[in-house]
């Protein structure tokens, strides 16, 4: 199982972070290359789950209607919802496998990252066994591990005199920024499934839904207290990740929840002027 994981994932990205390395000369601009690139090449993977998420948002107010015409009848409830997702060509399911494949590509990213960023200077050595023929590195090879006022190989902190332990870096914050900002895009979803919970008689689905919304403000603050132990390097990514996560759910459901807040800012703009 092992050797099938290096093989399909773990191999080819490893080597493609080397290989970017030889032509940038600088890791930080391989991992954003690299995360760009494949989180792009995810694209056909991402969109569908983002598109059901609104489907289903969209048809909340029916399931709703459904769930109160069948409170008593749970069996009817469920043929009835699944008759309603056939005629709209919303399939719940349809975004297990996606998800399954996206989450099983960034772990090979996450641990390609982790064994070049901490290779304790034996990474000649640890790398050698891992990269195709063409892709040699020579016994002198080195990481330029400079990226603006990073060391990828350190967590993004910023020592400040006086203080017991580092503030968060720049890029460290912008990545919990990014994380809320995705998140709150998710918002009106996250409405939708709290009106439908309110019309149930079990608590399953209040607290699915109560998840949701603390998952929104907790996602943010574990980027941040995880970030004080991993390397910028691996901050770096994440900051990438997210951002690019950011524009394709704009594309796929505009605005979302920031809409409030973007109406605010341009009735802002016109009292300005």
């Known amino acids: 199982m092992i050797e099938l994981w290096n093989l399909i994932l773990f191999y080819p990205l490893l080597n493609i972070l080397i290989l970017l390395h030889k032509l940038t000369g600088n890791l930080g601009w391989s991992i954003v290359l690299l995360t760009v690139g494949l989180r792009t090449a995810m694209t056909p993977l991402v969109l569908p789950g983002l598109r059901l998420s609104k489907k289903m948002q969209d048809l909340a107010p029916e399931i709703a209607k459904l769930k109160e015409k069948f409170k008593d009848d749970k069996q009817g409830m469920l043929t009835a919802q699944a008759e309603l997702y056939k005629q709209h060509g919303a399939n719940p399911a349809s975004g297990c496998l996606p998800q399954i494949i996206q989450i ?125 132990q991993f390397s910028s390097g691996l901050v770096l990514y994440w900051l990438v990740f997210s951002a690019v996560s950011f524009v394709q759910q704009y594309y796929a459901l505009g605005w979302g929840g920031l809409s409030p807040w973007i109406k605010r800012l341009g009735m802002l703009k016109s009292l300005k002027k």
């Open 104 to 228: 099983l590509v960034l772990i090979a990213l996450f641990n390609s990252l982790n064994l070049v960023l901490k290779s304790n200077g034996d990474l000649v050595t640890r790398l050698t066994p891992a990269l195709y023929s063409f892709n040699s590195i020579p016994s002198d090879f080195s990481l330029g591990n400079s990226f603006f006022y990073l060391d990828l190989a350190k967590p993004d902190l910023i020592n400040l005199p006086g203080l017991p332990i580092g503030l968060p870096g720049v890029f460290l914050i912008i990545s919990a920024v990014l994380q809320f900002i995705t998140a709150k895009m998710m918002a009106p979803v996250i409405s939708a499934e709290e009106k439908l919970a309110q019309k149930t008689s079990t608590e399953a689905d209040d607290t699915a839904v109560a998840m949701q919304q603390q998952m929104m403000y907790m996602f943010p603050l574990m980027t941040l207290v995880i970030g004080y």
